[in-house]
């Protein structure tokens, strides 16, 4: 079957980093994507990853390793609008999204 | 990036009436429309992909005859929800996946709450 594992929960403190990690097996990949979901609304398209490697994106980074089947959201200088939850999705060889169960980030002061 | 708009917002309504929810793409065509609900403090669940000028698909355990959906234009999907019950009630979320865009996103519509009374 299909799975995506990402931690339920994390807590941090404003100012600090924080690593968000997603595990998948999936049938086939074509790519991973990060969202954002503030509470009560749409997620929100974060990065992409379809090669090994990290990508930056201002205060935001993402890693993907395919063998391992591996990928993690790194979030630097964190502030209080970045609590919310953090959706890890792999779209598999059929281009279908396969979405974990989320990580609700809390950033304390 | 492009613009999903979803109409109503949110609504109420009582046991056993017909709730329609409306997707659009606002700037860009989409041959393909997603359908997700999610229920509180859970993840997004796929309810069906629709696509344009042709039968949705939908996953499994989705009663086809309960959520119609029709997408009958490039820019326009709906979702009805017949004879609707309190235990549909969650927040009804559809999505695009704009062809021309870099990274094959899913961009989202901001949403639909409904309550079922």
């Known amino acids: 079957g299909q799975n995506i594992d990402q931690p339920t929960e994390m807590t941090a403190t404003e100012g600090a980093i924080v690593q968000i990690n997603c595990t998948y097996q999936?049938?086939?990949?074509?790519?991973l994507f990060w969202y954002q979901q503030h509470a009560g609304e749409a997620p929100t398209f974060l990065s992409y990853n379809v090669l090994d490697g990290l990508e930056e994106k201002g205060r935001f980074s993402s890693f993907l390793s395919r063998s391992k089947g591996y990928s993690y959201l790194l979030l630097k200088e964190l502030q209080m609008k970045d609590s919310a939850s953090y959706l890890c999705a792999v779209l598999d060889s059929n281009y279908q999204l396969i979405w974990g169960a989320g990580t609700k980030l809390i950033i304390k002061p | 990036g492009a613009v999903v708009s979803q109409h109503p917002s949110w609504v109420i309504c009582k046991s056993g009436t017909s709730v329609k929810i409306e997707c659009r793409s606002l700037?860009?065509?989409?041959?393909?429309m997603f359908w997700y609900r999610q229920f509180p403090k859970q993840s997004l669940m796929l309810m069906a992909t629709s696509n344009e000028g042709s039968k949705a698909t939908y996953e499994q355990g989705v009663e086809k005859d309960k959520f119609l959906i029709n997408h009958a234009s490039l820019t326009l999907s709906t979702l009805t929800v017949t004879s609707a019950h309190p235990e549909d009630s969650s927040f009804y979320i559809c999505?695009?996946?704009?062809?021309?865009?870099?990274?094959?996103?899913?961009?989202f519509g901001p949403g639909t709450r409904l309550t079922v009374l």
């Open positions: 999505s695009a996946r704009d062809p021309s865009g870099d990274y094959n996103e899913q961009f």
């Open positions: 999936t049938s086939g990949f074509n790519g």
């Open positions: 700037d860009f065509q989409a041959t393909t």
